[in-house]
Nanobody
Framework: QVQLVESGGGLVQAGGSLRLSCAASGRTFSRLVMGWFRQAPGKVREFVAARAWSGGSTSYGDSVKGRFTLSGDNNKNTVYLQMNSLKPEDTAGYYC????????????????????WGQGTQVTVSS
């Protein structure tokens, strides 16, 4: 089993930045596809970013391209989502997901494609 714990959420003003973390245990993230999704109350879960470290591929959702960056730290077995130029519409719960089966980034929030999910961290951007 893979356990995922997100952290780093909080309240920021529009135009500010936050850095989210997802610590993985049970597997090294270099052998996983790691994804970030977000969901606001009453809205569908939306793809943010994903990386397949085994294949060296990264993908971003259209709404965050040029503003968000996905990276990883092998020593800490942790992936990061750097979020810059935040907008009020970025307000949502952010969730980390992992797959040990895929070799390419996955943009669907499927529990078949992503069997492992964290509990989420809240990001609130004030106008």
């Amino acid at each position: 089993q893979v356990q995922l714990v997100e952290s780093g959420g909080g309240l920021v003003q529009a135009g500010g930045s936050l850095r989210l973390s997802c610590a993985a245990s049970g597997r090294t993230f270099s052998r996983l596809v790691m994804g970030w999704f977000r969901q606001a109350p009453g809205k569908v879960r939306e793809f943010v970013a994903a990386r397949a470290w085994s294949g060296g591929s990264t993908s971003y959702g259209d709404s965050v391209k040029g503003r968000f960056t996905l990276s990883g730290d092998n020593n800490k077995n942790t992936v990061y989502l750097q979020m810059n130029s935040l907008k009020p519409e970025d307000t949502a719960g952010y969730y980390c997901a992992a797959s040990s089966l895929a070799l390419q980034p996955i943009d669907m929030p499927s529990r078949t494609r992503y069997p492992y999910w964290g509990q989420g961290t809240q990001v609130t951007v004030s106008s």
